[in-house]
């Protein structure tokens, strides 16, 4: 088990995760389809394929505030222990991840 990010990232022997604290950044959320399946038309049910309503995962897509594990040159995002074993959508999931620093009070 690896926490990173004062525990707000779980990862279990690189083959889970449990990930806390993360917001989504709307601006980010693209997908090749807009709006619901609502009415099921001709359009769902030719598209070429299911990814078309999924969202595309750029960096920025899930924000994490307030991880002190980074942020210097020594320190890269993501952490290289905190890769998954295989083509593992987490993989995917935490390149997605834009860490914000600590906010000062």
Not at 40 to 50: G, K, M, R, W
Request: aromatic share 10%; glycine share 6%.
């Amino acid at each position: 088990m690896r926490l990173i990010c004062g525990g707000r990232l779980t990862v279990y022997a690189r083959q889970f995760a449990r990930l806390r604290g993360v917001v989504i950044d709307r601006r980010q959320a693209i997908a090749q389809r807009r709006g619901a399946d609502a009415p099921v038309d001709a359009a769902v049910l030719n598209q070429p394929s299911e990814t078309d309503e999924l969202y595309s995962l750029t960096t920025g897509f899930f924000v994490m505030f307030n991880c002190t594990d980074t942020g210097s040159a020594d320190r890269a995002w993501p952490p290289s222990d905190a890769s998954f074993n295989h083509d593992n959508y987490l993989n995917h999931w935490i390149t997605a991840t834009r860490i914000k620093p600590a906010v000062n009070k």
